[in-house]
């Protein structure tokens, strides 16, 4: 059974670089067809794709965030991670770790950005 671990929460300062990494459990990052991604939920709001990186390390985002985000991957300890530039408040959320193609999710990690 594959699972996956978020950090625990954190404080994150307006413009700063948010850094989260996900450490993944019985499971390959390599293993074919499994796409690995980042979802936040923000206060109020529904589930957010915000991008995944797949098993060749190929990686998509998405376009509302792409000028932002970079996702990335290190087969030698099963993490990958997510790094978002330049945060704002409208950035606070619970960021989730999953792997989309068999819906493996972690527990979530709140992640505030405030000064």
């Known amino acids: 059974q594959v699972q996956l671990q978020e950090p625990g929460p954190g404080l994150v300062r307006p413009s700063e670089t948010l850094s989260l990494t996900c450490t993944v459990s019985?499971?390959?990052?390599?293993?074919?067809?499994?796409?690995w991604s980042w979802v936040r939920q923000s206060p109020g709001k529904g589930l957010e794709w915000m991008g995944s990186?797949?098993?060749?390390?190929?990686?998509y985002y998405s376009p509302s965030l792409e000028r932002r985000i970079a996702i990335s991957r290190d087969t030698s300890k099963n993490h990958v991670t997510l790094q978002l530039s330049s945060v704002t408040p409208e950035d606070t959320a619970v960021y989730y770790c999953?792997?989309?193609?068999?819906?493996?999710w972690g527990q979530g990690t709140q992640v505030t950005v405030s000064s």
């Open positions: 999953a792997e989309s193609a068999r819906d493996f």
């Open positions: 019985g499971g390959s990052l390599t293993t074919n067809d499994y796409y």
């Open positions: 990186i797949d098993w060749r390390g190929s990686t």
